[in-house]
């Protein structure tokens, strides 16, 4: 089992940046495929970003290509998720989730939130117009 635990959610302007932390703890952190995912009220939980377990392959969805990126420090037990020129429409709650299923790194399958069986809590990030 691994347990996650988000942070850096926060209230910011239109154009603005924030940097959003997940930090997980029991099973090898590297053993798992990461990502981000938003649920916006009254919307349906979408996918945001994947990234590989080395770390050496990622994905974003098109609505933030060029302005969110994935990363992870496998050292830390940390993937983070930098939210740049954020807009208003970025205004939801964040998830972080980790998958122990093994498909090819490039598989469309992690941009599903049911290959997903580990979630953290959630972070709000409200983006003011």
């Known amino acids: 089992q691994v347990q996650l635990v988000e942070s850096g959610g926060g209230l910011v302007q239109a154009g603005g940046s924030l940097r959003l932390s997940c930090v997980a703890s029991?099973?090898?952190?590297?053993?798992?495929?990461m990502g981000w995912f938003r649920q916006a009220p009254g919307k349906e939980r979408e996918f945001v970003a994947t990234?590989?377990?080395?770390?050496?392959?990622?994905s974003n969805a098109d609505s933030v290509k060029g302005r969110f990126t994935i990363s992870r420090d496998n050292a830390k037990n940390t993937v983070y998720l930098q939210m740049n020129s954020l807009k208003p429409e970025d205004t939801a709650v964040y998830y972080c989730?980790?998958?122990?299923?093994?498909?090819?790194?490039?598989?469309?399958?992690?941009?599903?939130?049911?290959?997903?069986?580990?979630w953290g809590q959630g972070t709000q990030v409200t983006v003011s117009s």
């Open positions: 990234i590989s377990r080395s770390g050496g392959t990622t």
């Open positions: 029991g099973r090898t952190f590297s053993s798992y495929t």
């Open positions: 989730a980790a998958s122990d299923r093994i498909y090819a790194s490039t598989s469309t399958r992690y941009t599903q939130y049911t290959t997903y069986g580990h």
